[in-house]
């Protein structure tokens, strides 16, 4: 079992900053994948970024890219999503995910059915 739990959410203004944090807790963190993804009013969960278990490889959805920057401290045990230039469309309940059937795996996944376990969500909301 792996426990993840988010917190950095907020309100904040266009153009501004917020870090997500997620903490996890249970298995060897630094074997598996992250992933963060979001879920607007209305809409599908979507990939947002996600980060192998080395740190060294990541991936970004278009839309992110450039604003948005997924880091690891394996030793804390916790995953960031940097997000700087918001934008109202980012708007959204924010979740981190593990990939843990694949550990040690080079490439992390970006399809939300190969994160087997989610943590509670953090909204992030940006006014226009």
């Known amino acids: 079992q792996v426990q993840l739990v988010e917190s950095g959410g907020g309100l904040v203004q266009a153009g501004g900053s917020l870090r997500l944090s997620c903490a996890a807790s249970g298995r060897t963190f630094s074997a598996y994948a992250m992933g963060w993804f979001r879920q607007a009013p209305g809409k599908e969960r979507e990939f947002v970024a996600a980060?192998?278990?080395?740190?060294?490889?990541?991936f970004y959805t278009n839309s992110v890219k450039g604003r948005f920057t997924i880091s690891r401290d394996n030793a804390k045990t916790t995953v960031y999503l940097q997000m700087n230039s918001l934008k109202p469309e980012d708007t959204a309940v924010y979740y981190c995910?593990?990939?843990?059937?694949?550990?040690?795996?080079?490439?992390?996944?970006?399809?939300?059915?190969?994160?087997?376990?989610w943590g509670q969500g953090t909204q992030v909301t940006v006014s226009s």
């Open positions: 995910a593990a990939e843990t059937t694949r550990p040690w795996v080079a490439l992390a996944a970006t399809k939300p059915d190969l994160y087997d376990f």
């Open positions: 980060i192998n278990w080395r740190g060294d490889n990541t």
